[in-house]
């Protein structure tokens, strides 16, 4: 079965700082992996989708990337501000049952101004 | 632009009761979602539906029931509350476009608290 693991669990970084956050999975049959945004209280925004054939996407100051063959996927923030608060939670979709996306629970980031 | 709705946000429930959360999308999707998430664990799917008259189980059905009269609507049925039913239920939708359905990204809906006590 498919696991999704995000580490740190938590983590904060000054405002104007770079971070990335990690994402792992034991499975690399998958057809595409997503970076979420949750804001306190709020449903799930999509911010990227990488492809299992793609190595990157960008948005903005986002840049996710996807190592399929390590389980590895990493989402880069450039120049973070306090707005970017926020946790961000990965998901991949498996080639077998892909109507079910595996979650990781998460990382929390604070931005401090 | 709605995008995905649910109601009622919060709801408090006593065991044994039933209820209906209610998800409406108007982005003319074809795939619907609904998903729990519990505190410290990822988001867990419940039932899905890739059309009108079309549902099926995902990974944690039990408790729970689903239909797809039509393409904006996707109600869950709680049967029987129990307070292992306490958790944010997540409504989410994706197209299926020219590409390949599974490449759509997902769009959420903000999400019902329930508590059963």
Not at chain 1, 15 to 34: K, P, R, W
Not at chain 2, 69 to 78: G, I, V
């Amino acid at each position: 079965k498919q696991e999704v693991t995000q580490i740190p669990a938590a983590l904060s970084v000054p405002e104007g700082e770079n971070l990335v956050l990690n994402c792992s999975f034991t499975d690399s049959a998958i057809y595409n992996l997503q970076w979420f945004r949750q804001d306190p209280g709020k449903g799930l925004t999509s911010l990227l989708l990488i492809q299992s054939s793609q190595r990157e996407q960008t948005s903005g100051r986002l840049n996710a990337s996807l190592d399929k063959s390590s389980g590895r996927s990493t989402l880069y923030i450039a120049a973070s501000q306090p707005g970017d608060s926020a946790t961000y939670l990965c998901a991949v979709r498996p080639e077998t049952g892909a109507n079910n996306l595996f979650f990781g629970t998460g990382t929390r980031l604070t931005v401090i101004p | 632009n709605a995008g995905v709705t649910q109601t009622p946000k919060f709801r408090i429930l006593k065991i044994g009761q039933s209820m209906t959360l209610q998800c409406a999308q108007d982005m003319n999707h074809n795939y619907m979602y609904w998903y729990r998430q519990d505190p410290g664990m990822g988001l867990k799917l419940i039932y899905y539906s890739v059309g009108a008259g079309i549902t099926d189980k995902g990974e944690v059905p039990n408790g729970y029931n689903v239909s797809r009269s039509t393409t904006e609507d996707f109600p869950l049925r709680l049967e029987l509350a129990a307070p292992s039913q306490t958790s944010v239920y997540f409504c989410a939708s994706s197209s299926t476009g020219t590409a390949s359905s599974y490449n759509s990204p997902l769009h959420f809906g903000n999400g019902t608290r329930l508590t059963v006590t």
